[in-house]
T-cell receptor
Framework: AQSVAQPEDQVNVAEGNPLTVKCTYS??????LFWYVQYPNRGLQFLLK??????LVKGSYGFEAEFNKSQTSFHLKKPSALVSDSALYFC???????????????FGKGTKLSVKP | DAGVIQSPRHEVTEMGQEVTLRCKPI?????LFWYRQTMMRGLELLIY????????DSGMPEDRFSAKMPNASFSTLKIQPSEPRDSAVYFC?????????????FGAGTRLSVL
């Protein structure tokens, strides 16, 4: 069965410090992995994705994520956090075993990132 | 493109009333998804369509919920009768399947309050 775990409900960092938001996944086949961000009273916005190729994926707003197959992880990172990065972050996975017409994503419960000045 | 458009943005209704939420996906997208978000349960997939055909409705909570997609540019999610526990933010998302795609684009959501 497909699933995504975000072990931290909240991550607190000081502005300028590096940040990491953790995500692990479970799928039957190869994964497509995604990170989305949600600002208050807004819909989810796509940040980055891993499909294949380089394990380090770069996305919007200076975010990057590293795919680690052996650890089934896809942690989101940023070298220097900004107060404006404060938001809710969601990891999601699509199981490529169910390719073709299967477009379903499985989302984690979300991690609230708080960046203090 | 204007993105995924949902209406209304806010809906307040009384228990027992019918509620209809609307969604216009991004033009050309062949998948449409309805999600519900609450503090307690997080983001839940309710149903999704491919080329206007419902593919998986296993997330629809009960028979009070129904969804339709009469054409490629419009979908509705209906709750009849509504109950206070249906209060949540409902999101619609659309995507285009294929190599290099797979990104779901979300609307701004409809915040539903059932009194």
């Amino acid at each position: 069965a497909q699933s995504v775990a975000q072990p931290e409900d909240q991550v607190n960092v000081a502005e300028g410090n590096p940040l990491t938001v953790k995500c692990t996944y479970s799928v039957s086949g190869n994964p497509y992995l995604f990170w989305y961000v949600q600002y208050p009273n807004r819909g989810l916005q796509f940040l980055l994705k891993y499909i294949t190729g380089d394990n380090l994926v770069k996305g919007s707003y200076g975010f990057e994520a590293e795919f680690n197959k052996s650890q089934t992880s896809f942690h989101l990172k940023k070298p220097s956090a900004l107060v404006s990065d404060s938001a809710l972050y969601f990891c999601a996975v699509r199981d490529m075993k169910y390719g073709g017409s299967q477009g379903k994503l499985f989302f984690g419960k979300g991690t609230k990132l708080s960046v203090k000045p | 493109d204007a993105g995924v458009i949902q209406s209304p943005r806010h809906e307040v209704t009384e228990m027992g009333q019918e509620v209809t939420l609307r969604c216009k996906p991004i033009s050309g997208h062949d998948y449409l998804f309805w999600y519900r978000q609450t503090m307690m349960r997080g983001l839940e997939l309710l149903i999704y369509f491919n080329n206007n055909v419902p593919i998986d409705d296993s997330g629809m909570p009960e028979d009070r919920f129904s969804a339709k997609m009469p054409n490629a540019s419009f979908s509705t999610l209906k709750i009849q009768p509504s109950e206070p526990r249906d209060s949540a933010v409902y999101f619609c998302a659309s995507s285009l399947l294929g190599a290099g795609k797979n990104i779901q684009y979300f609307g701004a959501g409809t915040r539903l309050s059932v009194l």
